[in-house]
Nanobody
């Protein structure tokens, strides 16, 4: 199994920045892709950004140019740098790991990001 623990959320003013971290432990060697998702009140959980084991990244259109996903394999940590935040970015942010052999998804507990306008 894989355990994920997010940190770095909080309250920030519109236009500000935050960096989220997701520390992974357990069967790290089985992790294929990692991603950040978010869920706002009354809305479905959505993909924010993803990164493959080879370093390829993809982003939701709403965050392109403002958010950057990265992974430090030596530290077993995933990051999400968020700049130019707006109230629309307010949500609980979750880290997800997808493993191979077998394919399973693991989720962190989430971290709250609140952007005040």
């Amino acid at each position: 199994q894989v355990q994920l623990v997010e940190s770095g959320g909080g309250l920030v003013q519109a236009g500000g920045s935050l960096r989220l971290s997701c520390a992974a432990s357990g069967k790290i060697f089985s992790i294929d892709t990692l991603g950040w998702y978010r869920q706002a009140p009354g809305k479905q959980r959505e993909l924010v950004a993803g990164i493959s084991s080879g370093g390829s990244t993809n982003y939701a259109d709403s965050v392109k140019g403002r958010f950057t996903i990265s992974r430090d394999n030596a530290k077993n940590t995933l990051y999400l740098q968020m700049n130019s935040l707006s109230a629309a970015d307010t949500a609980v942010y979750y880290c997800k790991a997808r493993t191979f052999g077998p394919v399973d998804d693991y989720w962190g507990q989430g971290t709250q990001v609140t952007v005040s306008s």
